[in-house]
């Protein structure tokens, strides 16, 4: 199943409820800037896939999905012009006027066409408002341009008008133009200033408007650069003040980068400024970064021959040794000099979030794109973007579905390098599957996507060499020290591999307990957290939830009242806080706790209250989280001493490669000087520890097997839909390149890899998923399998081969009396179903009844979503169902990316074309289910609502507002935000208004593309 999450494309704005907003509906007329100033509309909109109804600047560049769907829009540009280009004496000014009045003929016609689908009740209340907006508030199209109306319109629309204005009054400078010149002036040198290497074609493009004829502008190709450039300087306008030095930066950047594009073009030995790169890249890592100089092992590994050869290549070094850095140069060569999209694979979607806005400025200095793959965001296939390239940032499950989406539309040599983080996954269950899929993919279809992948816990690296065909590289250098205890009684032993039990006995622990705090606190937490806090920090990493919470409450029931004085004011606050984001409820646990700088960090936390907590816990107001497992992989925390309470992850012993990535949370390089880990241990576990940190880390075997629908079966499908394989021979050649190809005869002794690809496929045959025979004998094998209809549509909608039949099912009978008064039934077929095995209703009177539980349990988490839609508060809904607010979060997120799922499962079947309509709004109110004002916001990465709410409260209500706004102001605006948090806001919202602007651009430039083949045309 799709991974936990957030987000699609952002839905239609609600409506801020002005006046303004609302314009009669003209006929024949293209939607403009202007328009849409004009007429930004009031109430819930309708659904994304109406652009012109979502009239409000942001809305400009409103859902990707919903643009990309709308031809109508384009259309009507389409035969505006024609009829223009029919009336050759038509006056400028009539022009402008067709432009502003079609927008609103396109909003009349999507509303209809929604009238029928399953906004009824949302539309009706649009359509009434509309009325009465109507007439209140006549605005005439005609009408001339306004001051005021100008004031608020991008740069780039002034442009346009400006003009419009020039050209109808000859040379005539027009009132726009005088009061707008600065900005004018500024767009068209951010439009023709030449981007990176002056020779690509790019430059060339037509975005300069002192064309030599006037008369040109309303020619075909002028009305094509109007629009770009309208949306191009929409983008661009939140850096209205360029001064010429910044011009005169990016020129040397330019220069630079074209000079490094050469250089590694003529693999010479030069590396240039930066590793081939620009020295402006240097810079912005010491900037952003804080990182002066590179590693040793980091240069060599840069320097590497076979990554001068783009090679493969696997590198492992410590936790904390500065992995990322290597990757990230890597990823900026691919971008700047090599010209090519990048994937970069990150195991969680928080992962990917902070990611996503830790590259977003250097995208916006670079002039690449950052686009997030996570839960439910993601466009398949991505926009194929002919000028900036793109740096996808995806989970494994959403990287998975970009590259069948790549495959499919044979774009994936587009893909010049796939990065996998925490390459050990390939072992790890589902996930692993999906990524070993993935890889495999890549490797058997394109030739010249370069694969890094990068571990600090590997072991069994010659399979994964032989797997990705990669080189190896490896180093013990960590930054920081990091020293390994445990403790047995109230002895303090050190781990030392050289001895023969593994440990040498380093010191007696320093405490006097009191009997009554013997009994509390046997394991002498206590005392070894007062060792470092509340100066340094400390993570105890936990088995269970409970038991974190217990460890929490536990320590401040003993600590000294003096840890309370300890930053209280900044405690105070995260509590208030805390009460905000609970809408006045907060956890009397951490109420309890966090007096003393302590909290606990675990799944039952909501996103929000985990993010708020973790910001305070870095920032070093909290000294002290007691947390489990999900704070082990990839995270930058400050943690002088990691504590593991005892060597166990629920009732399973601890791994090895667990307990390496837990203890490697200490000692980060840049947060730490030092960093120890103290292992707990109770005498009967003994031997099993000393076993645990003399062995060596685990192997990492291909999960194909195992995960059976979501590994074996689920690749042989996507095989076969996707044209990769599609006879068993053809299977077989693939199969053999698999890591589990490679390690096959471990994982399999009974049966060989044909048979059981045999059997796989007869399987798929059988379930209705393949069409074809599989015969037994070699001559046959080259007969052709190949998908169903019900087959493409699982393996488009990521969907568990285990329920595809069961879906198919129940999205049949839904067909059947499809109930829309409210939208439970939708949420029933959205209800993950691998959600409700695990969940038992407390509701007696049905389980008394001989029911099928699944659907009931089903029903009842549907209950909850739809409570949830209605009153978008997550305590609320969790007290009166009696869940915890992490579990009612976790079914959301889930919904989420399942209604995604199960949207572009219908997409490939016809008879479903109805749940297209309905599950696209479904999903985005599952998405965010936030009151709809704040979703613009949210969809900016890493901003929850708590944050969206304060940014809302402070009059930040739009995208185009963050990307526009100054970090320093809001520092000073907004509680608890820091000025490396507001810079990230900042530049990621700069880049998604950009990305935004880009995809429009794009589809556009697409649909007026002429024809190549029109009949009668040579
Ligand atoms: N050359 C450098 N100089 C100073 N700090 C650095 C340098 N390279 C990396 N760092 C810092 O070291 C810290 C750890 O780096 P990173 O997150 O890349 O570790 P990692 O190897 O990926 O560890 P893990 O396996 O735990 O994910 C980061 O804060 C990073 O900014
Ligand atoms: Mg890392």
């Known amino acids: 199943m799709a991974e936990p999450s957030l987000a699609v494309r952002r839905k239609s704005r609600p409506g801020s409820v002005s006046k303004r907003s609302r314009a009669p509906v003209q006929p024949s007329a293209v939607c403009s800037p202007v328009a849409r100033k004009r007429m930004s509309s009031g109430g819930e909109g309708p659904p994304a896939e109406t652009p012109c109804s979502n009239e409000s600047e942001e809305d400009m560049f409103g859902d990707h999905d919903s643009f990309y769907g709308n031809d109508s829009l384009l259309a009507e540009v389409d035969d505006i012009e024609k009829k223009y280009l029919q009336d050759k004496n038509t006056n400028i000014k009539v022009a402008g006027e067709i432009i502003i009045g079609n927008q609103s003929g396109i909003h009349q016609k999507k509303q209809d066409h929604f009238s029928n689908s399953e906004n009824m009740v949302v539309f009706k209340a649009d359509k009434e408002d509309a009325f009465q907006m109507n007439d209140n508030d006549p605005v005439d199209s005609n009408q001339e341009l306004t001051e005021s ?116 073009e003529s693999s010479s030995v030069d590396i240039g400024p930066f590793y081939g790169l620009p020295s402006k890249v240097k810079d912005l890592f010491r900037q952003f970064r804080g990182i002066e100089t590179l590693y040793e092992w980091q240069h060599d590994c840069l320097m590497l021959e076979s990554l001068q050869q783009r090679k493969n290549l696997i590198y492992s070094l410590p936790t904390s040794g500065g992995k990322t850095l290597v990757a990230e140069i890597i990823i900026l060569q691919e971008l700047l000099c090599r010209q090519k999209d990048v994937l970069m694979i990150l195991p969680y979607v928080a992962i990917v979030q902070e990611k996503v806005r830790g590259l977003s400025s250097f995208g916006i200095e670079l002039d690449f794109l950052v686009e997030e793959y996570a839960g439910s965001k993601g466009r398949f296939p991505p926009i194929k973007r002919r000028i900036k390239k793109s740096l996808y940032i995806a989970t494994i499950e959403k990287g998975h579905a970009l590259v069948n989406s790549l495959i499919e539309t044979e774009r994936i040599d587009d893909l010049g390098l ?104 046997p394991d002498h937490i206590i005392a070894l957290v007062t060792e470092v806090i509340p100066k340094y920090s400390c993570l105890i990493f936990c088995p269970t939830k409970k038991n974190c919470e217990n460890v929490a409450s536990m320590l401040c029931k003993y600590l000294k009242k003096e840890f309370r004085a300890h930053r209280e004011k900044e405690k105070q606050d995260l509590i208030k806080n805390l009460e905000n984001i609970g809408n006045g409820s907060v956890c009397p646990i951490l109420k309890q706790t966090i007096p003393f700088g302590i909290a606990y960090h675990h799944s039952g936390l909501t996103n929000d209250e985990r993010k708020s907590i973790e910001e305070a816990y870095s920032t070093g107001v909290l000294c002290l989280l007691a947390c489990t497992a999900t704070l082990a992989a990839g995270v930058n925390l400050p943690a002088r001493r990691v504590i593991l309470r005892a060597p166990y992850v629920a009732n399973d012993f601890l791994k090895k490669n667990q307990y390496k990535q837990m203890i490697g949370r ?353």
């Open 149 to 264: 109306t100008l004031d608020d319109l991008p740069s780039s629309q002034l442009l346009y008008f400006e003009k419009m204005g020039e050209l109808s009054s000859g040379s005539r400078t027009s009132p726009v133009s005088e009061r707008r010149n600065k900005c004018v002036n500024f767009s068209l040198d951010k439009i023709r200033s030449p981007s990176f290497c002056p020779d690509t074609e790019h430059r060339n493009r037509p975005t300069d408007f002192s064309s030599d004829s006037k008369c040109d502008l309303f020619k075909t190709e002028s009305l094509k650069d109007h629009l770009k450039s309208a949306m191009t300087g929409n983008a661009k306008a939140q850096t209205l003040q360029v001064s010429k030095t910044k011009q005169l930066k990016e020129a040397v950047l330019s220069e630079e980068i074209c000079v490094a594009r050469k250089t590694i």
């Open 666 to 1018: 200490a000692g980060r390089a840049g947060i730490d000087s030092a960093g120890e880990s103290i292992l707990i241990v109770q005498e009967k576990d003994k031997h099993l520890v000393q076993d645990l940190v003399n062995s060596p880390l685990e192997n990492c075997y291909s999960s194909l097997l195992l995960e059976l629908t979501k590994g074996m079966q689920s690749l042989l499908l996507s095989l076969v839909g996707l044209k990769i394989a599609v006879t068993h021979e053809e299977v077989n050649n693939f199969m053999c390149s698999t890591l589990l190809g490679i390690q096959q005869q471990l994982l399999s002794k009974e049966k060989s890899l044909t048979e059981i690809i045999k059997d796989g496929l007869e399987n798929l045959i059988e379930k209705g998923l393949l069409k074809g025979r599989i015969c037994e004998k070699d001559h046959n094998s080259k007969c052709t399998l190949t998908i169903t209809p019900l087959g493409k549509a699982t393996y488009k909608g990521s969907i568990d081969l285990a329920y595809c039949n069961l879906l198919y099912r129940d999205l049949k009978k839904g067909l059947e009396g499809l109930i829309l008064e409210s939208n439970l039934h939708l949420l029933y077929l959205a209800t993950p179903y691998d959600m409700t095995s695990n969940y038992s209703p407390d509701w007696m009177i049905y389980l008394k009844q001989n029911v099928d539980s699944a659907v009931v349990n089903r029903l009842y988490l549907s209950f909850v979503l739809y409570t949830l839609l209605k009153e978008t508060n997550i305590w609320s809904v969790s007290e009166k169902f009696n869940m915890s607010r992490g579990y009612v979060q976790n079914l959301l997120n889930s919904a989420a990316s399942f209604a995604s799922c199960v949207l572009h499962f219908s997409e490939e079947l016809e008879e479903f074309w109805v749940y297209k309509a309905l599950l696209t709004e479904l999903t985005k109110k599952l998405t965010y289910c936030v009151k709809a004002e704040l979703t613009p916001l949210m969809e900016v990465a890493g901003v929850l609502e708590a944050r969206a709410k304060q940014l809302y409260n402070a009059g930040y209500k739009t995208l185009a507002h963050l990307a526009n706004a100054n970090p320093e102001t809001l520092v000073k605006m907004i509680e608890h935000l820091s000025r490396r948090q507001a810079k990230q806001i900042v530049s990621s919202a700069k880049m998604l208004l950009s990305e935004k602007a880009e995809a429009l651009q794009e589809e556009v430039e697409e649909l007026l593309k002429v024809p190549t083949d029109i009949p009668g045309t040579c």
């Open 418 to 521: 796939v990065v996998v983080d925490e390459l050990h996954m390939l072992g790890e269950g589902s996930r692993g599957a999906t990524l070993e899929i993935t890889l495999a993919k890549i490797l058997y279809t394109s030739k010249n996507t370069q694969i890094i992948g990068m571990s600090a816990t590997l072991n069994n690296v010659g399979d994964l060499q032989k797997f990705l065909q990669a080189e190896y590289y490896t180093n013990n250098f960590r930054p920081v020290e990091l020293k390994e205890y445990v403790k047995i009684r109230d002895s303090i032993y050190a781990v030392d591999s050289k001895t023969e039990n593994g440990f040498t006995f380093s010191r007696l622990l320093n405490f006097k307990y009191s009997s009554n705090l013997e009994k509390a606190d």
